[in-house]
């Protein structure tokens, strides 16, 4: 069993900063790619950042310059750094992880339950 918990999340006004993190707990042989997704509402999820294991990073467009990406291995978490916050950041920001729980296993894709993310104006 493996589980992914997000925390952080919470009301900002527009120009603040958040910083998400999200923890994979269970068993765990390795964890590849980790990275964030949000989705407002009406709108479909889509990524806001990726973290390699090897710590390459890619952001969506529109955070980019705004938000910073991070993860301890040794911790199996990841971090979404978020700053110049804007009132169309506001969604429900869901981290996720390929996960394998032993050196033969394949990854697996694992989904946290979700912390929601709202900017006023």
């Known amino acids: 069993q493996v589980q992914l918990v997000e925390s952080g999340g919470g009301l900002v006004q527009a120009g603040g900063s958040l910083r998400l993190s999200c923890a994979a707990s269970?068993?765990?042989?390795?964890?590849?790619?980790m990275g964030w997704y949000r989705q407002a509402p009406g709108k479909q999820r889509e990524l806001v950042a990726f973290i390699t294991s090897g710590g390459t990073t890619n952001y969506a467009d529109s955070v980019k310059g705004r938000v910073t990406i991070s993860r301890d291995n040794a911790k199996n978490t990841v971090y979404l750094q978020m700053s110049s916050l804007k009132p169309e950041d506001t969604a429900v920001y869901y981290c996720n992880a390929d996960i394998r729980y032993t050196i033969s296993s394949p990854y697996r894709h694992y989904w946290g339950q979700g912390t929601q993310v709202t900017v006023s104006s």
């Open positions: 269970g068993s765990i042989y390795s964890i590849n790619a």
